[in-house]
């Protein structure tokens, strides 16, 4: 039986062997599902990139739309910054466009994943596509939480632990305490996810910037049920 574990903080990748597994990179807020939100509305590809000059670069050679962020604030002299509802602005066409998105956690811990069998994007939007590709894979998981600047954080480890309900009849979701920690805190959480995630740092931060709609927005279990990125020839694509 293959197994699922859960890796609290890129920080902490070194600690594991991505070798054959697949690597799910989650950061709730905001930039996993920034990315299943692009892809859903009609973008072609993601190029995600660790830093600002790497997304200016990229934009310029690929004649593609730009997005950054820092600290949770969209980043000077972008298109677009770090949020889903930019991508569902009409004003603001995206479909057809490529894009190149550079984010305070949430591409850097991408970056960071790249020697896993597959690569694949998770969040509350596309929860069913993610769960089904692991099964169709029958591979170890290890789901790569992008955190806050290196360290835990609550919704990320949470999308996790929902994700090891959902397959606990077909992986191993006990073989870890980090696992294990994250089943519980779901289970605890699910019946008021909202709620229960307002007590976050992270969720209190982003909310102080007026993102508030982007909480509930990224909150939203399978709006994009079909949408999984998944990493390919140096970019993500819709699988």
């Known amino acids: 039986m293959p197994k699922l574990d859960i890796c609290y903080s890129p920080e902490l990748l070194p600690l594991y062997d991505l070798t054959g597994q697949v690597a799910v990179i989650v950061d709730i807020l905001r930039a996993s599902s920034t990315i299943v939100t692009a892809l859903g509305e009609g973008v072609t590809h993601v190029f995600p990139v660790a830093s600002l000059e790497e997304c200016t670069a990229y934009g310029q050679q690929n004649g ?25 602005d009409a ?33 509350f939007l596309n929860l069913s596509a993610v769960a089904a590709f692991a099964r169709q894979q029958g591979r170890d998981v290890l789901v790569v939480c992008a955190g806050w600047k290196g360290r835990f954080c609550l919704e990320d480890t949470v999308f996790g632990g929902v994700l090891a309900e959902l397959l606990a009849d077909e992986f191993d979701v006990r073989n870890s305490d980090a696992t294990l920690a994250a089943l519980h805190l779901w289970q605890q959480g699910k019946a008021d996810l909202s709620g229960y995630l307002l007590q976050s740092a992270h969720v209190r931060r982003l909310n102080s910037l007026e993102a508030s709609q982007d909480f509930e927005f990224c909150l939203r279990i399978d709006a994009y049920a079909d949408v999984l990125p998944i990493w390919k020839n140096d970019r993500l694509v819709l699988n």
């Open 64 to 88: 593609c739309l730009t997005a950054a962020e820092r600290d949770g604030v969209p980043a000077a002299g972008f298109d677009l910054g770090n949020s889903p509802f930019g991508f569902l």
């Open 91 to 123: 004003a603001y066409p995206v479909r057809g466009r490529a894009l190149t998105i550079s984010t305070t956690n949430g591409t850097a811990a991408l970056r960071r994943s790249l020697s896993a069998e597959n690569v694949v994007v998770g969040s």
